[in-house]
């Protein structure tokens, strides 16, 4: 008897060196497939889903804003899962492109501030009735996003208010990081260092201090939030 294929799901990443994390590993453990794809290296997106469960869309270097042809084609890109109905997860750049792609706004903080490090994190009541959140989170970048119109605000922050929508019922966006490990977060700290001094950063030894006594809080939310996000659509079907 054939074995069952796995359901796919498309994973988009920015740089060759990036990868999944554990949003990945909690995905396969849950009996998926990853169908992985890089638009910055060359990796075409598909025209449709049909073939795939779901899109995790991560993060990156660059802005949502940039000029770069693959940014422009990504974020118009998105109108498929959308369109399609199909369970869409943006994590900061990715949420960045989608929030673009509804008509939001990207940009900065207008004091020049940045969260790069670990911050807190307050659920709205629309994000206490889906599940407990993390009081702490890992954060690395430099603009936020607008929240977009029709879409319910789910967790919120005090330099960038916007930190966890949902549009729809299929489509989220986070601008915080769940998906490092422990590897990912020292190369994260090692090659971004020199942005440590931005305003409101935070020194390299509390990136990895925090991770000590908040991480697993966050790892126990992220597997709470994948269930929610594609759990309609689960493996076992």
């Known amino acids: 008897m054939l074995a ?3 359901p796919k799901i498309l994973i988009v990443l920015h740089q060759e060196t990036s990868s999944s994390g554990r949003v990945g590993h909690m995905l396969i453990e849950k009996g998926f497939e990853l169908d992985v794809r890089r638009p910055p290296l060359g990796d075409v997106l598909p025209d449709t889903l049909d073939e795939h469960t779901g899109a995790v869309v991560f993060g990156g270097p660059m802005s949502a804003n940039d000029p ?8 118009d890109w998105l109108k498929i899962p959308l369109r399609e109905n199909r369970p869409l997860l943006g994590i900061c750049l990715g949420a960045q492109m989608m929030v673009n792609h509804l008509g939001g706004k990207v940009e900065g903080h207008g004091d020049g501030l940045v969260e790069i490090g670990w911050y807190p994190l307050k659920a ?7 599940m407990q959140w993390p009081e702490m989170v890992y954060q690395f970048h430099r603009e936020g996003f607008s929240l977009p119109k029709d879409a319910t605000l789910l967790a919120t922050a005090e330099a960038y208010p916007n930190q966890a929508f949902r549009y729809g019922q299929n489509a989220w966006g986070i601008q915080f990081h769940s998906e490092l490990t422990q590897v990912m977060m020292h190369r994260w700290v090692v090659r971004g260092a020199h942005r440590f001094v931005l305003p409101g950063a935070q020194p390299g030894r509390d990136h990895l201090g925090g991770r000590l006594i908040w991480d697993m809080h966050l790892k126990r939310w992220l597997g709470e939030f994948l269930q ?3 759990g309609k659509v689960s493996a076992g079907r």
Do not use: A
Request: charged share 50%; proline share 5%.
């Open 124 to 130: 709205t009541e629309e994000g206490k009735k889906l």
């Open 68 to 75: 770069d042809d693959f940014v422009k084609r990504e974020t």
């Open 228 to 230: 929610t996000v594609f």
């Open 4 to 6: 069952r294929p796995r």
